[in-house]
Structure formats: structure tokens, C-alpha cells
């Protein structure tokens, strides 16, 4: 399906560093199933950190952060999320976008808006100011402890897991903010003999549901990396003020994020089906003498009333998101999942 619409026409950035590194290479020579590079990339630096320069910092004197705070490990496992993610909410835009009939519905100028999410040069200049407030974080207020750390400080956060975290962040706030608004502004009609009674519409509220439990899964490996200690326990460290806060705007971020396209595409498919039940409710009057008298009610147009009848059942058949209530409860666990895990934290402590 993703064949017959390519929307990713601008380059990933994650792909780009693991193919400037040699990654892409390094699996098309590993035999079997190639493996996606950037998982080549993101591993290769996380076993350079856990397994030799954090090893060589227990054996010449220091512990090994692991020993130390085993929570620590779900960082590394929330950035092997990420690009997990990213592949997958790419690949489903792609797919949504197919599903929909893009390109059949709209011209060559406005298909522009729906071939990339972010521009590259947007996506670069945004990877420069992160890596700008990285550094300066660094050097002005945490300090570079020894030489071991100082590859972590120095590069593997800035060329290995912040890119995975913007082209992450850039893709989810494309699939939630811009695509159901660009799908509101080009009009898209809805597919009223859609058989799943989706108008059409099935592919992108998978597409916005399970990007948003993907987002619910990095916060709860977020919520495990903070919050580990208190959890284990393995030392005196609490969560302070900036934990709280950094993590109640990520669960906020994320209830905005799925509120807002949720309710956009409920207003896109509500505002044309009433649109049609309306037409087809104007046809009914035509072909009916005395419409509102149900005694004495004729038709005198057969046809018409039959075809208006008939359209109208399919119309009024078509649901709305979210239209069940497993899809409800689904995004009200991921919703309130994360929020009570801090809640039930902070009133332990």
C-alpha cells in the first residue's frame, strides 16, 4: 500500500547519521535480515557505554551505573523506542495517506503539504539549537566528571539519542497537529460506502491512536528512569521539582496532542455528515407530496425517494471518532496511565 504514495520524499534525520556513520553499510554486510541502521547505530553506542567504558569506570576504581541505578537501563530502551517509533509512525502515515486515495483527491500543489511532515532544513536547524542547549547544559552546568563519561557528555547524546528524540518528537507533532488540519483545509470528503462505516477514515485514527500509545510507552519508561530510584530503592535520591513538573507537561503534551487531533477529525466527519444527511433530507421533501403530514404523505417520485433512502442509510451508518467504546477506553487508560504511576510515587514519598 505505502508503494503507491511515498510521503517521506525528505531524508530521516536518525537514517542520515547512521548512514554518515557507516551503519547502512555495516547491515547490508551482516548476513541474514538486514537490520534497520539506526537501531545498528543506537545499539553499537549503547553497548559501547554499558559494556566497555562503563565496565573499564568499575574496574579502575569507580561502580558501574548499572550496579548503581539499574533504572538507568530503561534510557536505553526508551531510545531503541524511539526509533522503533519513528519507523512505525512513518511507514502508518504512509499508509494512511494511500489508504485515503491522496493523491486521487487532491492536485499537484496541495499533495506538496502531504509528501514530507518536516522539511529538512527545518528539521536540521531545530537538531543545531538542541545540540547548541546540550552543550551549553554541559559545559555551564553539569560538568564533564572524567575522559570515560566525556564520550557521552561530548557525542553519543548529541550524534546518537538526540536526533532519535527530535525526529521523533517532529513526527509525532506531524501526525497529531498538522495532518488532521491539512486533511481539514484541503476538505476531504468522506467515503460514505466505506465498509468498516469509517467514512474512509480507519487508517488515520490508527495512525493517531497507536502513535499516541507509542508516546504512553516512552513516558512510562521515562517514569521508571526518574522515578527508578524511589522505586527500587537503591539510594536516597527523590524526585524534585523539575521531575514533576518536566514529567506532568510530557503527560499534558501528550493529552493535548491526542485530544486535538481526535477531536479535529470528530469535527471533520461530523461537519460532513450532517452536511449530507441534510442534502438527502432535501431530496426526501422532493420526491414526497405532503412531507409533513405522515397520513397523508405520497410519493411521487419513487426513485428518488428510494436512491435518497438508500444513501442516507449508508450516511447515517458511518461513525465519527471516537466512535466505539473500546477505542474510548483504550485512550483512557493510555490517558490516565501515566498520571497515576506519578500520583502513587508522590504520595509514597
Known sequence: MSGEFEARDERNLVEYIATLFGFSRLSAALPGRDIYPPFLLVGFFSFLDVAVLQVYVHLTGGTHILLVTPNIAAGYVAVLLGVYGTRYMSRRYEEALATIRTQERVGSADMDQFRRIFSWRVKVAIYLVAVVVLYANTFLNVGVPNRVTAINYLFTWEFVFLPVIVEFALTYYGIHFLLPRRIKNIEFNLFFYDPRNMGGFAAVGQLLKRSYYIYTAGLVLFFVLVYGPVL????????????????????????????????????????????????????????????????????????????????????????????????????????LLPQLLQMTVQTAL
Open 232 to 335: 527500587l530503592p537503591v539510594s536516597g535520591y527523590e524526585p524534585g521539582l523539575f521531575e514533576l513538573v518536566f514529567f506532568s507537561t510530557a503527560w499534558f503534551v501528550g493529552l493535548l496532542s491526542i485530544g486535538y487531533s481526535m477531536y479535529t477529525m470528530h469535527q471533520i466527519m461530523s461537519a460532513e455528515k450532517e452536511q449530507r444527511i441534510r442534502e438527502l433530507e432535501a431530496d426526501l421533501h422532493e420526491a414526497l407530496e405532503n412531507p409533513y403530514d405522515i397520513r397523508n404523505a405520497k410519493v411521487v417520485d419513487r426513485e428518488q425517494f428510494d436512491d435518497a433512502r438508500e444513501r442516507l442509510e449508508h450516511v447515517r451508518n458511518t461513525r465519527v471518532y471516537p466512535a466505539t467504546f473500546t477505542m474510548w477506553s483504550q485512550i483512557a487508560i493510555s490517558v
